[in-house]
């Protein structure tokens, strides 16, 4: 008979072998769950929040069948987090991590630098800030929209 503990060990491992090769963007390590960029954690949840769906970037389908994993961001984040990358227009992935309530610092950071283009209307919620690092900038026929919560507060920064 087999020893029960290496049974389960030895089921817990394939099971996490088998949730890595269905879920891509996220890495499985025995008791830990996380998305592969690092970047926040993640927690299981019953449902997703209203108007919330899984976008492989705040929202993952779980190994749970009927739940949902989030992830819990500490404010800043990457562009390329969020699926942002020059190319197409990049303004509904930029929205949809602007409008997280987690997130309040989104980084342009690609190290050769980088143009992200924006073509529709893009609002930057008060209190929450694009920041540019060296080389990264916007382009296209969009506009941006925001304020900040107080006088002389900017909502860009330039990082160096």
């Known amino acids: 008979m087999a020893d029960p503990i290496s049974f389960k060990i030895k089921n817990v491992n394939n099971l996490l072998w088998n949730f890595r090769q269905s879920h891509p963007g996220i890495s499985v390590q025995p008791g830990q769950v996380f998305p592969t960029d690092r970047q926040g954690t993640l927690v299981e949840i019953d449902a997703l929040p209203a108007g919330a769906s899984v976008d492989n970037i705040f929202y993952f389908n779980s190994p749970t069948a009927g739940k949902f994993l989030q992830r819990v961001i500490d404010g800043v984040i990457r562009a390329t987090q969020c699926g942002v990358y020059p190319g197409s227009d990049q303004t509904s992935k930029l929205q949809t991590a602007f409008n997280n309530a987690g997130i309040k610092l989104i980084v342009l950071d690609n190290p050769e630098g980088s143009a992200i283009t924006i073509n529709g209307t893009l609002t930057i919620p008060s209190g929450k800030v694009l920041a540019f690092k060296n080389g ?12 900040s919560p107080r006088m002389n507060v900017p909502i860009f920064y330039l990082l160096h």
């Open 136 to 147: 990264n900038k916007l382009e296209g026929t969009g506009t941006i929209k925001g304020k």
